[in-house]
């Protein structure tokens, strides 16, 4: 339990610290000059959004395999915890082997990441009334159905990663992201790439929820120290 809640903290951080700023140099904000900013506008967030999901991979593509690896062993002595995970991935398939299925993530990534910022931006902005600051309603749903529209874009592509990551650790072997496709569809149809879409949107509503609202407060604290 301790090894997803630290890593996910440490995802966060990498990938909400790049937005702010990704978002601040966009803007103009870091601008002395009130005159030099300009409101942040849609493809400005996205843009912000996508850099984020970018800077996080190298830290996420290892993480999220071993997370994969431990959460798909087929025997319960396979791996004694994730340091172990890490050591038999080494010995076993060397450092490249900490990376597998890192473009399928990448791609999941980049999209997501762009969405998942712009409609909770989106949805934040229809919920709050003009010239106000956002409440805590408004931060939550926003960040709660951000996290749920995020993940509907990005669960076709989970289902491809989570297949790859697991093809060294007795799992199937694919030739590639194409390949674990057009296999998946043909031996179980289109509806493959939608596995876990409602767990997941039922996860990802209370925890996005909580995460931008900590983001929002921060930001507010940072900015007026």
């Given at each position: 339990m301790t090894f997803p809640l630290l890593s996910a903290g440490l995802i966060n951080s990498?990938?909400?610290?790049?937005?702010?700023?990704?978002?601040?140099?966009?803007?103009?904000?870091r601008h002395s000059d009130p005159s030099q900013r300009k409101p942040a506008s849609a493809a400005h967030v996205f843009t912000a959004g996508t850099f984020a999901g970018l800077t996080q991979l190298p830290v996420c593509i290892p993480i999220d395999l071993v997370k994969v690896r431990l959460q798909g062993q087929?025997?319960?002595?396979?791996?004694?915890?994730?340091?172990?995970?890490?050591?038999?991935?080494?010995?076993?398939?060397?450092p490249r082997g900490l990376f597998k299925g890192g473009t399928a993530l990448a791609i999941r990534d980049l999209l997501s990441y762009g969405l998942y910022f712009l409609s909770y931006e989106l949805i934040c902005e229809a919920l709050t009334e003009a010239g106000k600051e956002p409440?805590?309603?408004?931060?939550?749903?926003?960040?709660?159905?951000?996290?749920?529209?995020s993940w509907a874009l990005a669960t076709p592509m989970d289902v491809v990663k989570a297949r790859l990551q697991m093809s060294e650790a007795g799992g199937r072997t694919?030739?590639?992201?194409?390949?674990?496709?057009?296999?998946?569809?043909?031996e179980e149809g289109v509806r493959v790439f939608f596995k876990g879409v409602a767990l997941n949107s039922v996860k990802a509503f209370p925890v996005n929820a909580i995460t931008f609202l900590s983001y929002e407060r921060l930001m507010k604290l940072f900015h007026s120290g």
């Amino acid at each position: 339990m301790t090894f997803p809640l630290l890593s996910a903290g440490l995802i966060n951080s990498i990938a909400f610290g790049s937005y702010s700023t990704a978002l601040d140099l966009l803007t103009g904000s870091r601008h002395s000059d009130p005159s030099q900013r300009k409101p942040a506008s849609a493809a400005h967030v996205f843009t912000a959004g996508t850099f984020a999901g970018l800077t996080q991979l190298p830290v996420c593509i290892p993480i999220d395999l071993v997370k994969v690896r431990l959460q798909g062993q087929t025997s319960a002595d396979q791996y004694r915890g994730s340091v172990h995970c890490v050591d038999e991935i080494l010995k076993k398939e060397g450092p490249r082997g900490l990376f597998k299925g890192g473009t399928a993530l990448a791609i999941r990534d980049l999209l997501s990441y762009g969405l998942y910022f712009l409609s909770y931006e989106l949805i934040c902005e229809a919920l709050t009334e003009a010239g106000k600051e956002p409440g805590m309603f408004s931060i939550m749903t926003a960040g709660g159905l951000a996290g749920v529209l995020s993940w509907a874009l990005a669960t076709p592509m989970d289902v491809v990663k989570a297949r790859l990551q697991m093809s060294e650790a007795g799992g199937r072997t694919y030739n590639g992201i194409l390949d674990c496709m057009r296999t998946s569809v043909k031996e179980e149809g289109v509806r493959v790439f939608f596995k876990g879409v409602a767990l997941n949107s039922v996860k990802a509503f209370p925890v996005n929820a909580i995460t931008f609202l900590s983001y929002e407060r921060l930001m507010k604290l940072f900015h007026s120290g």
